[in-house]
T-cell receptor, first 113, second 114 residues
């Protein structure tokens, strides 16, 4: 059973608009959440994270929101740029995962000029 | 700093052949990981290591073995490759294994088993 779910395999957004990528989780013991970005033929790179004691973390154009009661987090990219086109993975740790990361299946973001 | 490097970048094997994938990191990280990524499946943990000389099983360990003889290197072995092991393999490392755990990834090895 998937503990971290990204239900949208793909998302297309116009340049300059907001991109919202969603992630749901089932394990209420997860205490840290991360977003990774992956370009084709490259390894994932860390983008932004949030602790379960917070509900928002912002870094430049990227903001992650956490709703613990709904077991839901989202990544907002404002404004979206063509260079943001990539696959975005949500990951979680804690809850018996021994510090290991549990990844979602990813959402492919396409930002059109 | 090179970060995390992986050797080779590409490899084609025949069923039953063996090979070893090498991962090296120059960040003095304690923890190292091997993942596989399949289409539509995200990243799944194969094995990991919490320090030199230690290894542990992840989510999908069957058909793979690993060794961590040196802190900077983590080897992934396939003793008898199967077509189901066709995948992209990523190595990662992290300073520690606590929940606050940013992992740094290598560029990946694309393996095809015929």
């Amino acid at each position: 059973d998937q503990q971290v779910k990204q239900n949208s395999p793909s998302l297309s957004v116009q340049e300059g608009r907001i991109s919202i990528l969603n992630c749901d989780y089932t394990n209420s013991m997860f205490d840290y959440f991360l977003w990774y970005k992956k370009y084709p033929a490259e390894g994932p790179t860390f983008l932004i994270s949030i602790s379960s004691i917070k509900d928002k973390n912002e870094d430049g154009r990227f903001t992650v929101f956490l709703n613990k009661s709904a077991k839901h987090l989202s990544l907002h990219i404002v404004p979206s740029q063509p260079g943001d086109s990539a696959v975005y993975f949500c990951a979680a740790s804690g809850g018996g995962s021994q510090g290991n990361l549990i990844f979602g299946k990813g959402t492919k973001l396409s930002v059109k000029p | 700093n090179a970060g995390v490097t992986q050797t080779p970048k590409f490899r084609v094997l025949k069923t039953g052949q063996s090979m070893t994938l090498l991962c090296a990191q120059d960040m003095n990280h304690e923890y190292m990981y091997w993942y596989r990524q399949d289409p539509g499946m995200g990243l799944r943990l194969i094995h990991y290591s919490v320090g030199e000389g230690t290894t542990a099983k992840g989510e999908v360990p069957d058909g793979y073995n690993v060794s961590r003889l040196k802190k900077q290197n983590f080897l992934l072995g396939l003793e008898s490759a199967a077509p189901s092991q066709t995948s992209v393999y990523f190595c990662a490392s992290s300073r520690q294994g606590s929940s606050y755990n940013e992992q740094f990834f290598g560029p990946g090895t694309r393996l095809t088993v015929l």
